[in-house]
């Protein structure tokens, strides 16, 4: 049997019962590899259970960094039997299946070009433990254990990572360390030490951290100066204003009084906490919400007011395969369109794109002056992925010199210094963001009145359609300006002239930037721009211009992303090619590679204006994931 | 009905503790129909914050939408308003409020914007003792929709147009007080001597107050048959005692026999006299309001005066325990833990 032979680059993938702590365990491993050096890309591919179906946890072990997910899975560790079947199939050629043997394997499952592994985790925590949540929760620790001598991880590593996990709780590292030991000795007695896979220790991840996306906007929040939150729950977003108040309660709480510093309200749905957030930013506080696709849905009303009013206000949407409540626990980048123009009427709204754990950090700190700066939403569209995946990120970091920047706000002495009259929409400066006042601040001079109805420059209600037209033109002035604050994007251009372009932003990232250099080993050299923000930026504008084909990779099916560029800008639709990947995974390097060189081999041959992609994974959907524009 | 105010004022015009006179609370001229009782309403709102000498500009208020919104451009001029989208000004009223604690909030709102498309964000508001004072213009129709019947219309009542609601009606009063409200009263558009005091001492109040005010649609829903017309609110309409509002710091001077007067003193020291009480009632009794709810009820009464008080309400920043200071107020340095904080988080993430 050909055995697949890599050191630090290969994929992991752990089947487990949902609700039996195995993603802890898990974690562990990540980290590990993590801590010996070596780059780890975990995924916690969970169902929308709170125990008992199905879950998996794939780690990607890449020397060279990639961050992506790659496809494919090397090792399987099978502790579900549910799932067994599916898992034994998905493992390639030469690669490995660790199972619990206990009971003896079904032998329809045996593979000839796969290794199987047998450990009787069942049996030995029935022998070591009486307690039958010890029972579940050491079976996982145990094959940690095991995949430590199997894969040559070291153990005094997992040993430091015990103590850190439980420190506090120093009564539970040793039968932590016991557990470990048990598979550890159980794979060196009976298997042939260390596989044919393995990781060995490399100073490769540098000062980098593994956070999520979630935590990192949480904390961004905390930085970015939020005093009030209000939020509905809603997987996967949860854990941002969850993450927000586990450092608020240590970083935020007034030293005299113990009080705290912040507000957290767990509103009754989403249109209260988005109604909530708009109330507290207009009365001068910084505030935010988080939700996913369907509070999105719910907050649009309230959206189109904040845009209309210009009321400023940062929200996190971490994106969830749609429509309705679709695939909860599955990435998509499919709330776009919904999130760009939510509201009736004319309404768009700024948008950012963030990649990265750090980027949701800086992303949402930068979102609260922006979005006082240009009095509107800012939306921070992450997704499941980033959002909830622990990835490898550069570390956080804060100049202390820097300050909030609360945009264009009048105070009592300003107002006071006023010979003009206060027009609490008019555009004063030319750069179509009128001046506010907080309520509260004077008096008798720059009280006005928010309303979603027309009004004129001054605040006062009208139906005039002049007055209306020219407030809406406004709107638009602001909107250009917007495209000067925002996060400008991110050009790498190839080694070589190319023609063709690819576009791409949020989380595919990671994985287009695996398959440049996939394309680049076929020849294929192509320019690539990391898009940061809506409205764009007007490189991008330059970069279609400048390229005859641009590929435009994005994670929904209706190519929302292209729909907005082509409605946004005046370029011509057929020179945006779609790159597609909607099955609620992960997009992958090999994904993109394989579709932008199939169409480039095509492009090349003649001029075909077939829909049809000859990239792999990608016609097996129905109208194929690839389609020329 | 004018669409034209006179700037010019008496230069003796009484002034309050301030200095302000009662003009400097006054709002745009209103586009309700005349005789519309939303604007008596508005009128005992500029009285009543005229007279407790607050500063126009420390009060906010807040509406959803309906014609009972409309009334926020109508009174105070000088304090912001925020017209927000219908049934959630409770959202945006919970929000102003966390940001800046300080204030006093104004919610108005109507039968259609409270007791049907914001039903919830009404109950969350009450459950979560929000300080603000909440005033329902109740019509018991659609007055900006032409008059359909609203959830608060009565079994029976007969609208102008010659329907009949066979539905029961949503007693804002009752669901107030079962979800835990503070501050409970019911008035009517015109009887200003008994709301005035009410909304003073509303606004004295700390945590949530509603009052559920019967105002007349003139337009759509006055006509005989009808339970929310002047002719009937005033053939039906019992009170539960007369109520003075005394602020703090003022003498109480008016004199009534034993056993027919009480005082509630509230969190602010300023005192609510109630007089003439009804004898089955206690203003202090949760279960006693509700009663005597359900008891004017069944026999066609519209029950006004305050109907409950919790003098030790605990509203939602002290629920929450957040800093006494505004939290808008706060900058960098109360916020912003900083450079040194964050290495240590992320050798924790390592």
Same mark, same amino acid.
């Given at each position: 049997m050909q055995r697949i032979n890599a050191v630090n680059d290969f994929v992991i993938k752990f089947a487990n019962v949902n609700g039996t702590g195995s993603a802890s365990a898990n974690n562990l491993f990540a980290k590990a590899v993590f801590r010996m050096g070596v780059p780890v890309v975990p995924k916690n591919i969970f169902?929308?259970?709170?125990?008992?179906l199905p879950t998996w946890y794939e780690v990607r072990v890449s020397e060279k960094g990639y961050l992506g997910r790659r496809g494919g899975t090397d090792i399987m560790v099978s502790v579900?039997?549910?799932s067994m079947v599916r898992d034994a199939q998905e493992v390639e050629p030469g690669g490995y299946f660790i199972y619990d043997s206990t009971k003896p394997l079904d032998?329809?499952?045996?593979?000839?070009?796969v290794q199987f592994i047998g450990i009787p985790l069942t049996d030995m925590c029935l022998r070591t433990y009486t307690d039958p949540r010890q029972r579940q929760l050491f079976k996982n620790v145990i094959y940690i254990g095991a995949l430590a001598a199997l894969l040559d991880i070291e153990f005094g590593v997992l040993k430091d990572l015990i103590s850190d996990q439980f420190e506090g709780k120093e009564k539970l590292i040793a039968p932590n360390v016991h557990a470990l030991e048990m598979g550890h000795q159980y794979a060196r007695t009976h298997y042939?030490?260390?596989?044919s896979i393995r990781v060995e220790r490399r100073?490769?991840?540098?000062?980098a951290i593994l956070l999520d996306g979630n935590t990192a906007c949480g904390l961004g929040a905390v930085y970015g100066g939020a005093t009030v939150a209000a939020w509905y729950p809603i997987t996967p977003s949860t854990s941002v204003v969850e993450g927000f108040q586990r450092f608020a309660e240590r970083l935020?709480?007034?030293?005299?009084?113990?009080?705290?510093?912040y507000a957290i309200v767990q509103a009754e749905d989403e249109l209260a906490a988005i109604g909530m957030v708009i109330g507290a930013n207009w009365n001068g506080a910084r505030s935010f919400t988080a939700t996913s696709g369907p509070g999105i849905s719910l907050m649009t009303e309230f959206l189109g007011l904040a845009y209309f009013a210009e009321i400023p206000l940062v929200l996190i949407d971490v994106q969830r395969a749609?429509?309705?409540?679709?695939?909860?626990?599955r990435t998509q980048q499919s709330d776009l369109t919904a999130a760009g123009y939510?509201?009736?009427g004319d309404s768009k709204h700024v948008l950012l794109f963030p990649s990265t754990p750090k980027e949701c950090f800086d992303m949402t700190a930068q979102a609260f002056d922006l979005a006082e700066r240009l009095q509107t939403p800012i939306i921070i569209m992450s997704d499941l992925d980033l959002g909830m995946n622990e990835g490898m990120s550069a570390p956080l970091q804060w100049d202390d010199a820097r300050r909030y920047d609360r945009g264009k706000v009048l105070s009592a002495e300003d107002l006071d210094a006023m010979s003009e009259r206060f027009g609490r929409y008019l555009d004063v400066d030319g750069d179509a963001i009128p001046y506010r006042t907080y309520p509260g601040t004077h008096p008798t001079k720059g009280s006005f009145f928010t309303r979603g109805t027309s009004r004129d420059e001054y605040a006062i209600y009208t139906e005039d359609g002049a007055a209306y037209v020219r407030n809406m033109e406004r709107l638009l002035g602001k909107w250009d300006t917007a495209k000067t604050f925002v996060p400008a994007p991110e050009l790498h251009s190839a080694p070589h002239q190319t023609n063709t372009g690819l576009l791409y932003f949020g989380t595919t990232t990671q994985a287009t930037m695996e398959a440049l250099d996939l394309l680049a080993e076929q020849g294929i050299y192509v320019d690539a721009m990391q898009v940061r923000a809506?409205?764009?930026?007007a490189d991008v504008d330059k970069f279609i211009e400048s390229h005859d084909r641009v590929f435009v990779i994005e994670?929904?099916?209706?190519a929302q992303f292209r729909s907005m560029i082509i409605n946004e800008m005046d370029?011509?639709?057929?020179k945006l090619v779609r790159v597609l990947n909607y099955d609620g995974m992960p997009i992958t390097a090999r994904l993109i590679a394989s579709a932008v060189s199939a169409q480039s081999a095509a492009g090349a041959a003649a001029k075909d204006t077939s829909?049809?992609?000859?990239a792999t994974k990608v016609t097996h959907l129905h109208k194929g994931k690839v389609e020329r524009g | 009905m004018s669409y034209f105010r006179p %700037?010019?004022?008496?230069?003796?015009l009484p002034k309050n503790d301030l200095g302000y006179t009662k003009q400097q609370y006054e709002g745009a001229i #209103?586009?309700?129909?005349?005789?519309? %009782?939303h604007d008596s309403i508005s009128a005992a709102i500029v009285q009543s914050v005229f007279e407790l000498s607050i500063?126009?500009?420390?009060v906010a208020k807040l509406s959803g939408i309906g014609c009972s919104s409309k009334t926020p451009t109508y009174f105070l001029s000088n304090s912001h308003g925020f017209n927000s989208v219908h049934g959630r000004m409770p959202s945006v009223a919970t929000g102003a409020n966390l940001a800046n604690r300080d204030m006093i909030y104004i919610g108005v709102s109507g039968d259609g914007d #409270?007791? #049907?498309?914001g039903m919830g964000q009404f109950a969350h508001v009450v459950r979560r003792n929000l300080n603000m004072m909440y005033v329902v213009m109740n019509n018991g129709c659609y007055g900006l929709t032409k008059g359909q019947d609203s959830?608060?219309?009565?079994? %029976?009542s007969r609208s102008k147009a010659g329907s009949v609601n066979r539905f029961e009606p949503i007693d804002l009063a009752s669901v107030a007080l079962q979800l835990g409200a503070t501050f409970v009263a019911r008035s009517f558009s015109g009887d200003k001597e008994q709301l005035v005091p009410l909304i003073k001492a509303a606004l004295s109040h700390s945590g949530f107050a509603l009052i559920d005010v019967v105002s007349?649609?003139?337009?759509?829903?006055?006509?005989? %048959? #009808?339970?929310?017309?002047y002719d009937y609110v005033r053939q039906h309409m019992q009170t539960t005692s007369l109520v003075d509002f005394v602020p703090m710091a003022e003498e109480i001077t008016t004199a009534y026999g034993e056993g027919e007067s009480r005082g509630v003193t509230m969190h602010d020291g300023s005192v609510i006299q109630l007089h003439?009480?009804?004898?089955?009632?206690?203003?202090?009794?949760r279960q006693s309001a509700l009663n005597a709810l359900a008891e004017s009820r069944e026999r066609g009464e519209v029950l006004t005066g305050l109907l409950y008080v919790e003098r030790d309400s605990r509203e939602l920043h002290e629920t929450i325990n957040s800093?006494?200071?505004?939290?808008?107020?706060?900058?960098e340095k109360e916020l912003c833990p900083g450079s040194s904080a964050l290495e240590t988080i992320n050798n924790s993430l390592r």
């Open positions: 169902p929308s259970n709170i125990q008992g579900n039997p549910q032998p329809r499952l045996l593979r000839s070009d042939e030490c260390p596989l100073d490769l991840v540098g000062d935020r709480i007034d030293p005299g009084t113990g009080r705290r510093n749609g429509p309705s409540t679709g695939m909860p626990t939510a509201g009736h809506f409205p764009f930026h994670q929904n099916r209706d370029c011509s639709p057929a829909p049809v992609a000859k | %700037g010019f004022r008496h230069p003796e #209103s586009t309700l129909c005349a005789g519309c %009782g500063a126009p500009h420390q #409270s007791a #049907s498309i959830a608060t219309a009565d079994v %029976g007349p649609c003139v337009t759509f829903n006055n006509n005989p %048959g #009808s339970t929310k017309a003439k009480l009804r004898t089955e009632w206690n203003p202090e009794d800093t006494r200071t505004p939290l808008r107020t706060l900058t």
